[in-house]
């Protein structure tokens, strides 16, 4: 015996079922299978599974092609400064901290910020230098994933360079070179 009981506003539905088998050989309920045992969904197209294998780069959300732009452009530093770059974490966050105070205020929401590295005190580990980049106001700057590569290699450019205090055309010897304006 089964009851569904629906309120919908001010009226209450109720229904009862009495499912009993009434031979043993009669063929299995198909309502009584779960979910993961039935062939096919309702619609009987199929069950619903992956569009794209895992490897396919075209399975890889916006964020991760995002994280890989960082990586790939952190490693460019890396390779052009070891020692200097060589505690600095790299982070991606989504959108700043109080964007909404930021942009009320009228100011333009920052692409990324830098954290000088923070000696150790009170028994604490010190904590080593970040830079962080925000992917929402990078993303919503271009128009194409091509302007987003540069976009995010200029804006961990110019991080290391506030985080080193030097120019942002001596971090990288190629910054804003191909950029037209």
């Known amino acids: ?27 299995p309920n ?4 779960t979910f993961q045992r039935r062939r096919r969904d309702r619609h009987g197209r199929g069950r619903r599974g992956p569009l794209l294998a895992a490897a396919l780069p075209a399975s890889r ?5 995002f994280d890989d732009l960082v990586v790939d452009s952190a490693e460019r530093l890396r390779t052009l400064w070891p020692e200097a770059l060589a505690t600095v974490e790299y982070l991606v966050e989504e959108v ?13 929401a920052p692409l990324g910020k830098y954290l000088a590295a923070l000696p150790a005190a009170d028994g604490r580990q010190g904590e080593p230098p970040a830079i962080i980049i925000y992917r929402h106001p990078v993303e919503a700057l271009c128009d194409t994933a091509g ?6 290699h ?3 450019v110019e991080q290391v360079a506030g985080l080193l205090n030097i120019d942002p055309d001596a971090v990288d010897p190629l910054f804003r070179r191909y950029r037209g304006n």
């Open 1 to 27: 015996m089964m009851e569904f009981k629906a309120i919908h506003g001010e009226r209450s539905i109720q229904i009862s079922l009495d499912l009993q088998e009434s031979d043993a050989t009669a063929a």
């Open 147 to 152: 302007q987003v590569r540069e976009l995010v």
């Open 30 to 33: 198909p309502a009584a299978r």
């Open 61 to 65: 959300t916006r964020a991760e092609k």
């Open 96 to 108: 700043p901290d109080q964007l909404e105070a930021l942009l009320a205020s009228g100011a333009q």
């Open 154 to 156: 200029e804006v961990l």
